[in-house]
């Protein structure tokens, strides 16, 4: 990078803030997913509004491709640095701004973490929703870009239902607010597009949330099933009965064993768990429970137990929540998937999960959000056999292939970053990506807002669809294609 | 090049459509001071869409209608020769009540919807205006809730897929049929609430609720900043309501609660409030209407103004005084029914220069920071064209508004779509 513009990033930021020596870049090489790994040019660790901007209209200005960067714990590549830009981090932007409790919202920067929102209000017995299981590190800027959700996104919704405004850094640098502490601000719903845009409009400064109150009791019940298909079945009893828990959870037997090997959260070893969260005044929780532990019963549960105190709830929790990292311990590597099926369609993924482990000769260990159809298959490979870290990949690419023909999506909540923009024209047809990048074009038409992410292939602004035609500006020698 | 208006060959239309689905305007078609010339109710999304690209080609510019409920929203178009109508499009395409979510064409009505969902013991948990009317490609346009918004969030948080037609012809789908979806742009939410501005909206999917198992109601009266102080406290509390709303007019000011769930779930939540709102009683008879108040306050004999407007849930009381002071100033007549999460709609009858001066006096208040003043937004929606003429209905635009237009100019380059109904000319 040139030295006239590392000399203006410095007097933007502060000498200590800019990041150029190979070892400290080499932090920022990859996020959560450690497949892919770019060197950027430079980092950024800006503290305020006004510097983000600043950056930004450098970049817009040189035309140098950024990408913002939270806790970095993203699952699919999403703060993927570009080789031939910047990584502005927002990690010392992570101060909470206004809390109000009244109106139940909380003003905060992007590099707030999550679980620190909830810590914040939790005296006074509120709480912020979205709970991914990385919420003690990864930050309210990242939740946005990835539209998080969690275990209890089956009720209480996403981040998008709990974001309710933004104030963003444009691609050119200039500033503009979406949606606000009132509710419907009259204008198109940017605030809306926006979250899980995953980087690729702008950057988020500032963040409104939405907090709620903490329901009057929550009760975990624990039940153990033969097979994932009776919990399945479980499942489908629990929701035919007109019940919404605040989160249903299922976890196959490899699972099962990870989380005990890792976290010993005393878990029946059993063909398939199911974990059912109730919440609510303590009365309509108490009915409810009862119609929970009849349901399990008559699919087939032969232990069930109910988690009523705080200590006990957090242990049962433990091993859920620890079920990726948990993996660890049964395999010297693995990769993490995230799609999602129509609920229903669980027993048929499930057994052509298990005929594509089988052939490929690969284990996989399941987790789901069950309550939403959101699955999570570990594919568990040994990085040291030559050939089978691609042959896990291929398996896992073709969960999500069974995904698609289930009527389902390639991601519920990790996003596709770079990992899998190249299925996003195996679910969507070309009409429909062409469509969203009108909207990637209205915010960004230089393409310099975490570039080459989310879509299959770069496409400039005012290119058609379908057969290759140099752009107008490849014509005029203006842009290139690479 | 786009040919002439006058030399239009709607034969080319009829071609497409078939002729019976192509007919004049009537005078019954006209709005918001705007005639259309024809109107086309194409059969499938295709034709909508070639219907669209044809107008566009055409030089004409088109509104889309639905139940035709809400036509009159927004700031009249600049023209309109084509109305598009959604009729002949009213399927339940698909009700997965396993899976809880159901695929419906944007001609529905919201009653039919509701109807079919029931037979399963769900519903799409929202209660928007005139159901009856109204259909899934009209609330979606015009982002309409009611009064469930409190507990189950409005249309953003319920739709989960949308296809919709562009002007060029393209027909485009983003998100699908199950609930937790991040694959891609979220169109659903660019479109709700977007009045049919950037294109058509052919088809939708949501995500279902079941139906509540029972639901009591209860009123309390009093003076809108005590009632407003229960409303907070209620917010505050562990209870769980799935209505809450506060209903002003000059004789005086009531709060309206009310609980679902499971009898004995009612009955602990009842006790509760009533110890929250002590000493005030609760009405022993809550009107059977309570919950439709939203709709209620649209009828009325007098010329009259019925702006949606959004506070903070701690300043109800607050736009409680500001619209009475206000609407004093000028001997009108005044109601208002306000949702706990702080968004409602207001009702104003007087003549039209009183109702323009106190919509202006209301939006200019509600700008401001100060201790009177509960800052906000207003929107007139339903008014005397008189009202309209010469300011933007929907307010200020703000520092998104480049933005905005900037998408308007990629879905819809030669504002083929209601040109100029949106804020900020959009």
């Known amino acids: 990078m040139e030295a006239r513009i590392l000399d203006e990033f410095r007097a933007i930021v502060g000498a200590p803030d800019l990041i150029t020596e190979p070892e400290q870049l080499s932090t920022y090489e990859c996020d959560g997913l450690t497949v892919f790994r770019v060197l950027p040019l430079a980092v950024l660790l800006p503290t305020s509004t006004e510097e983000v901007q600043a950056i930004v209209r450098v970049c817009h200005r040189e035309r140098i491709p950024f990408v913002a960067r939270g806790s970095g714990t993203g699952l699919s590549g999403g703060a993927l640095p570009a080789a031939n830009g910047i990584v502005i981090g927002l990690s010392r932007m992570n101060r909470i701004l206004e809390v109000d409790l009244p109106n139940l919202r909380v003003v905060v920067e992007p590099g707030v973490m999550n679980l620190n929102v909830t810590a914040r209000v939790a005296p006074d017995g509120y709480f912020y929703a979205p709970d991914p299981s990385s919420q003690q590190v990864c930050s309210i800027g990242g939740n946005v870009a990835e539209n998080s959700g969690g275990a209890h996104c089956l009720k209480y919704g996403f981040t998008t239902t709990h974001v309710l405004g933004l104030e963003v850094v444009l691609p050119d640098g200039s500033l503009a607010h979406f949606g606000d502490t009132t509710l419907d601000r009259p204008g198109y719903d940017l605030c809306g597009v926006f979250v899980g845009s995953e980087g690729t409009l702008g950057i988020a400064t500032k963040v409104i949330l939405r907090i709620m109150k903490k329901p009057e009791v929550v009760q975990v019940l624990l039940a153990a099933f033969h097979s994932t298909n009776e919990a399945g079945a479980a499942v489908s009893a629990i929701i035919a009965a007109g019940m919404l828990p605040a989160a249903i959870e299922m976890m196959d037997n490899l699972a099962i064993q990870a989380a005990e090997a890792a976290v010993h959260a005393n878990y029946p070893d059993c063909g398939g768990l199911l974990l059912v969260e109730l919440d609510g005044p303590a009365p309509e929780v108490a009915t409810l429970m009862a119609e929970v532990v009849e349901a399990c019963t008559s699919c087939g549960a032969w232990e069930i137990r109910l988690a009523q105190s705080d200590a006990e709830r957090a242990r049962v929790w433990t091993g859920r929540k620890a079920a990726f990292a948990a993996v660890g311990r049964i395999s010297p590597a693995y990769i993490v998937q995230d799609g999602v099926i129509p609920r229903t369609a669980l027993p048929f993924v499930m057994s052509e999960i298990s005929r594509l482990s089988a052939e490929r000769g690969l284990r996989v260990a399941n987790v789901f959000h069950a309550g939403d159809g959101n699955l999570h298959p570990l594919v568990l490979y040994d990085d040291a056999v030559p050939g089978q870290d691609k042959l896990a990949e291929d398996l896992a690419g073709e969960i999500l292939r069974l995904c698609i023909r289930a009527g389902g999506s390639i991601t519920g909540e990790h996003g596709v970053g770079e990992e899998k923009k190249m299925f996003m024209s195996e679910m969507f047809a070309e009409p429909d990506l062409a469509t969203m990048q009108l909207v990637r074009c209205a915010f960004d038409p230089e393409h310099l807002s975490n570039p080459d992410k989310v879509f299959p292939r770069p496409r400039l602004c005012g290119e058609k669809p379908g057969v290759y035609a140099p752009h107008p500006l490849e014509t005029a020698g203006v842009a290139q294609r690479y | ?426």
Not at chain 2, 7 to 28: F, I, K
Not at chain 2, 99 to 108: F, K, L
Not at chain 2, 135 to 160: A, C, E, H, K
């Open chain 2, 1 to 426: 090049m786009p040919a002439a208006v006058q030399q239009v060959s709607w034969s080319e239309l009829a071609a497409v459509l078939g002729e019976e689905h192509l007919r004049a305007a009537t005078a019954a078609d006209a709005f918001d001071g705007v005639a259309p010339r024809m109107i086309a109710e194409p059969g499938t999304a295709e034709d909508l869409a070639r219907c669209l690209r044809w107008a566009r080609g055409a030089g004409l510019k088109v509104t889309p209608r639905g139940g035709g409920t809400k036509l009159g929203w927004g700031n009249p178009p600049a023209a309109c020769d084509l109305l598009l109508s959604t009729a002949r499009l009213n399927r339940v395409d698909e009700h997965a009540w396993a899976d809880m979510t159901v695929i419906a064409e944007a001609g529905c009505r919201v009653a039919d919807l509701q109807q079919a969902l029931a037979e399963h013991g769900q519903h799409l948990a929202l209660d928007p205006l005139w159901p009856e009317r109204a259909t899934i490609g009209g609330i979606l346009s015009t982002n309409d809730s009611g009064t469930l918004r409190l507990r189950y969030g409005s249309l953003r948080d319920l739709v989960i897929g949308i296809t919709v037609a562009l002007p060029d012809g393209t027909l485009a789908k983003s998100g699908g049929k199950v609930v937790k979806n991040v694959a891609g742009y979220d169109l659903a939410k660019l479109f709700t609430g977007a009045l049919g501005t950037l294109g058509v909206i052919v088809q939708a999917i949501f995500r279902l609720h079941p139906l509540p198992r029972e639901t009591r109601s209860l009123t309390f009266s009093g003076a809108p900043a005590a009632l407003n102080q229960l409303l907070l406290s209620v917010l505050a509390s562990r209870l769980t309501p799935i209505g809450l709303q506060l209903r002003a007019a000059p004789g005086g000011a009531q709060l309206d609660v009310r609980f679902d769930g499971t009898a004995a779930g009612i009955q602990a939540q009842v006790e509760q409030v009533l110890q929250l709102a002590a000493p005030t009683p609760a009405a022993a008879d809550a009107p059977a209407d309570l919950w439709t108040a939203h709709q209620a306050i649209w009828a009325g004999a007098a010329p009259a103004l019925v702006a949606r407007f959004s506070v903070l849930p701690a300043r109800i009381a607050a736009v409680c005084a500001l619209v009475e002071r206000t609407a004093a100033a000028r001997s009108l007549a005044w109601r208002l029914v306000v949702q706990g999460v702080g968004a409602g709609y207001v009702r104003l009858e007087g003549d039209e220069p009183a109702l323009r001066a106190t919509l202006l006096a209301l939006r200019e208040e509600l700008a401001g920071t100060g201790e009177t003043q509960p800052g906000g937004t207003i929107v007139a929606l339903g008014c005397p064209l008189g009202v309209k003429r010469g300011l933007d209905v929907w307010g200020p635009a703000g520092d998104a508004q480049p933005v905005m237009v900037r998408i308007k100019q990629r879905f819809d380059p030669d504002g083929t779509l209601s040109p100029g109904r949106f804020l900020g000319g959009i």
